[in-house]
Each structure stands twice: as C-alpha cells, then as structure tokens.
C-alpha cells in the first residue's frame, strides 16, 4: 500500500505561480512512477503530466507542456508539480497518483485506471 498527500495548492492571480508537492509513505518510492492529474467540476479526471520512476522520463499533456514541470526526489519521497503562467482554465481539484512500475520503460502511463493508488488532492484556483 502507498499512502499519498498532496500539498501546495491555493489561489493565484492568472500569470502567477504554483508548486504543489506529494509526500508518498509506505512502499519503496523509487519504484512507483507517479502521476498528476486535474478533476474540474464537472469535467472527468485527466492527466497532466507524469515521471518514471527514476525520474529519466517525463511527459505532459498538450495544455500544461511548456508551463508545468513534474520532477522526484526519491530520497524525499516527493515528487513535485511547478506550474508557472497559470490560467482561469487550470483551476481544478489536482490529484498525485502512483502506479508500480517494473522497469524504467522510457514511458508513463496517463489514463486514470493505470494508477493504483491516489492522494485526496489539492485545490488549484486561478483568478483572471
């Protein structure tokens, strides 16, 4: 079992800064890729970006690409979400996830079903 909190969110003025942080505890961290994904009211679960489990690979969905990075440190047991240019369209309940990954594949998986296990998220708020 993995245990994941999310921390870091808030509000923001559009144009401002965000770093959200995800403390895992209970299994070895470093073999777990990770995820973050976004729930808008009314809008279905989607991925925003996602790291291996040594960190080597990281992918992000076409909206945030550019303006978010996800990054790990496995000897903290954190992995990380920078968000910078924030938008009225990133407001969102934001979400960490973790799937365990065998090997580092060159690749993370983005449908919610892949991910064993989540956090209870964060609130993002961006006003215009």
């Known amino acids: 079992q993995v245990q994941l909190e999310e921390s870091g969110g808030g509000l923001v003025q559009a144009g401002g800064s965000l770093r959200l942080s995800c403390a895992a505890s209970?299994?070895?961290?470093?073999?777990?890729?990770m995820g973050w994904f976004r729930q808008a009211p009314g809008k279905e679960r989607e991925f925003v970006a996602g790291?291996?489990?040594?960190?080597?690979?990281?992918y992000y969905s076409v909206s945030v690409k550019g303006r978010f990075a996800i990054s790990r440190d496995n000897a903290k047991n954190t992995v990380y979400l920078q968000m910078n240019s924030l938008k009225p369209e990133d407001t969102a309940v934001y979400y960490c996830?973790?799937?365990?990954?065998?090997?580092?594949?060159?690749?993370?998986?983005?449908?919610?079903?892949?991910?064993?296990?989540w956090g209870r998220g964060t609130q993002v708020t961006v006003a215009s």
């Open positions: 996830a973790a799937y365990w990954q065998i090997f580092d594949s060159g690749s993370v998986y983005s449908a919610p079903h892949q991910y064993a296990y």
């Open positions: 209970g299994r070895t961290f470093s073999n777990y890729a």
């Open positions: 790291i291996s489990r040594s960190g080597s690979s990281t």
